[in-house]
Nanobody, 115 residues
Framework: QVQLAESGGGLVHTGGSLRISCAAS????????MDWYRQAPGMEREWVAG???????STTTSVKDRFTISRDNSKNTIWLQMDSLKPEDTAVYYC?????????WGQGTQVTVSP
């Protein structure tokens, strides 16, 4: 049973930075693709960034050049470095993994960016 635990969210001012992390346990393949989603109040959950087992990352257009995804396979952990944060980045950020055809989600970590 995969478990994903996010941490590192918080409150920052516009232009600030945060790094959130997701530690996975119960993983049978440390090379699983992993990604980050976010959900703002009243909005649908949206994909933010993903990273392959080989460390190739990609981000959605709205966070390109501001957010960087990384991972350490030996620790089954991924991170999302968020710079130049904007109020519209405010959301609950969720870690996601699909293992053997089943989707797993973390509990989420709140990121709030004040104007």
């Amino acid at each position: 049973q995969v478990q994903l635990a996010e941490s590192g969210g918080g409150l920052v001012h516009t232009g600030g930075s945060l790094r959130i992390s997701c530690a996975a346990s119960g993983v049978t393949n440390s090379m699983n693709y992993m990604d980050w989603y976010r959900q703002a109040p009243g909005m649908e959950r949206e994909w933010v960034a993903g990273i392959t087992g080989g460390g190739v990352g990609s981000t959605t257009t709205s966070v390109k050049d501001r957010f960087t995804i990384s991972r350490d396979n030996s620790k089954n952990t991924i991170w999302l470095q968020m710079d130049s944060l904007k109020p519209e980045d405010t959301a609950v950020y969720y870690c996601h993994m699909n293992q053997e055809g089943r989707d797993y989600w973390g509990q989420g970590t709140q990121v709030t960016v004040s104007p």
